[in-house]
């Protein structure tokens, strides 16, 4: 069974923290390349962190020393935290694996909603 939960969105003001987790069915998780999305509307989905089951990560430039993804693979469990936020960084925040299909699948997102 395909499984993607997202939580720990919220609102919150300009410079502060959130951390995001994402529950991911063990069938998806264990092994897999490991990464976290954004969406805005009337905008593409946006990748934006990944994480190697090992714990080598990447980020886009724009969260860079701002943001940390990490996993507990014992957990199935995928993270991200965010620090020093931006009202830019306002989105709609997916968990996905790369490297395996799951066809149209996301999970239902997290919304992190930053105020100035």
């Known amino acids: 069974q395909v499984q993607l939960v997202e939580s720990g969105g919220g609102l919150v003001q300009a410079e502060g923290s959130l951390r995001l987790s994402c529950a991911a069915s063990?069938?998806?998780?264990?092994?897999?390349?490991m990464a976290w999305y954004r969406q805005v509307p009337g905008k593409e989905r946006e990748l934006i962190a990944t994480i190697t089951h090992g714990g080598t990560t990447d980020y886009t430039d724009s969260i860079k020393g701002r943001f940390t993804i990490s996993r507990d693979n014992a957990k199935n469990t995928l993270y991200l935290q965010m620090n020093s936020l931006k009202v830019e960084d306002t989105a709609m925040y997916y968990c996905?694996?790369?490297?395996?299909?799951?066809?149209?699948?996301w999970g239902q997102g997290t919304q992190v909603t930053v105020s100035s």
């Open positions: 996905r694996p790369l490297g395996i299909s799951l066809g149209n699948y």
């Open positions: 063990v069938s998806i998780f264990s092994g897999n390349l």
